[in-house]
């Protein structure tokens, strides 16, 4: 009865989350890497279109294309792929490695809450969690917010015994200010990485418009940020995603907050809570 | 034929809607049904359900007929699970509970909260891994059906899902106390 207990409360997830298809969900495809010429191309006619100045950035990061409508929405950014030498690392992540050998020799696949080719670490400093990735280049958000959560995780192809190519690391925080969830990745991929990368993006139901700005740091880093919001239920929820790449590091980050919209005063108050946090947090990267 | 014309002609009586319906959606509310039953009891679901979007609507009037029926199907399925004595459940079914262990509780006192929970938490997360998500415990497909759909390996598909239990795990206890 228990088992069944389980799935039954899982009995109202929302219509559109069952209607979805993976083509409407996913922008990932599995050859992610631009051709210089083509880049080239890209620049230009995005120039010609007049759109944001990310063509501008050269082999930045970019949004290729959004769409929005009542059968779905979404959009696509791309940059120019960059893996990064697993050796370049000095940290700890080989005891990682060694725990996902020993994870795959030992694991019972039916019954178990471990995963294949994946380990986390938990930790309570930024310092520490960057020690322990020992990339040189890595850089995290230096500011006086205390985030709830530090992980590092690490993603890895297994076979065999011992035959293991390593695919990722990632860097995650988590934060929640003033009622907005914040969620802050830092990811490198290998060389030989069996995951995409070079590209991520975003689909959804429903009519959902999509603005993107350029975000520019005190530092003059030039992030992009994409806008949108969406309803579920009684609640509107607003989200901002910012991305930059930067030797070989990827930074997403990502905002939601949530409010009924009864009160107008008390939305605009939290979107604009969201804009200078959005600025607060490009603003604490020194790269 | 779109789901407008079969709802409207499930709405005013006609007899054709059923079977318009069971042409578009049978073998989708079939295979929903044999990922929890045996492929004879799977059938029984969903001939259960076209039987009861007919006796349904109207009064109801669903604005998403593949979702009305997939859900009673779904439902049919697990109470035909309960009426099952323990051995005969599939291993699937008491697989994808063992994963939602200490995460989803065995008992809920506030049902609507829990569920409002959930879709709050699915409308925050990136569309790929929700789907992952809805398809893996909702609609009860395997890893190996996953891998077929997204192009992911299952290494890939195993630690979306792992990540995606925690991060509702996490949500769930600040909000809900498990």
Known sequence: ?287 | MDEKQIIAMLWNREEDGVKALQDQYAAKLKMLAAHFVSAQDAEECMNDVLLAVWDSIPPNRPDNLFAYSARICRNKALNKIRSMERQKRKAEVVELSKELQNIIPDKVEQESLLTELINEFLEQERAQDRYLFVHRYWFGESIEELCGQTGYGASRIKSSLFRMRKRLKNYLEGRYRI
């Open chain 1, 1 to 287: 009865m228990k088992e069944v207990n389980r799935l039954e409360y899982l009995s109202g997830i929302d219509d559109r989350f069952l209607t979805q298809s993976w083509s409407e969900c996913s922008s990932r495809k599995k050859k992610a890497y631009f051709p210089l010429k083509a880049a080239a191309v890209i620049l230009v006619v995005l120039l010609a279109m007049g759109t944001a100045v990310y063509a501008a950035q050269k082999l930045g990061i970019f949004m290729s294309e959004k769409h929005s409508g009542d059968s779905g929405s979404g959009y696509t950014v791309k940059w120019n792929k960059q893996q990064i030498d697993f050796n370049e690392l000095h940290g700890q992540l080989d005891s990682m490695k060694e725990t996902i050998i020993e994870q795959n020799k030992n694991m019972d696949f039916a019954y178990t809450d471990e995963m294949p080719g994946y380990c986390q670490k938990a930790f309570d400093s930024d310092k520490k969690a960057v020690d322990f990735i020992g990339y040189d280049k890595l850089v995290t958000a230096d500011w006086n917010y205390r985030p709830s959560e530090i992980s590092v995780s690490l993603y890895a192809s297994v076979r065999g015994e011992r035959d293991v190519t390593m695919d990722q690391v990632m860097l995650e925080h988590k934060y929640e200010i003033d009622h907005i969830r914040l969620q802050q990745w830092e990811e490198i991929f290998f060389k030989g990485s069996h995951l995409d990368a070079g590209q991520t993006g975003v689909s959804e139901d429903g009519n959902v418009e999509y603005q993107q700005t350029k975000l520019k740091s005190a530092d003059g880093d030039e992030w992009l940020v994409v806008d949108s919001s969406s309803r579920t239920g009684k609640y509107m929820f607003y989200k901002k995603n910012a991305y930059l790449t930067r030797d070989g590091v990827t930074y997403s980050l990502y905002m939601v907050a949530q409010d009924d919209g009864e009160d107008e005063a008390r939305t605009a108050k939290l979107q604009k809570r969201q804009e200078t946090l959005m600025k607060e947090w490009v603003d604490a990267y020194h790269f």
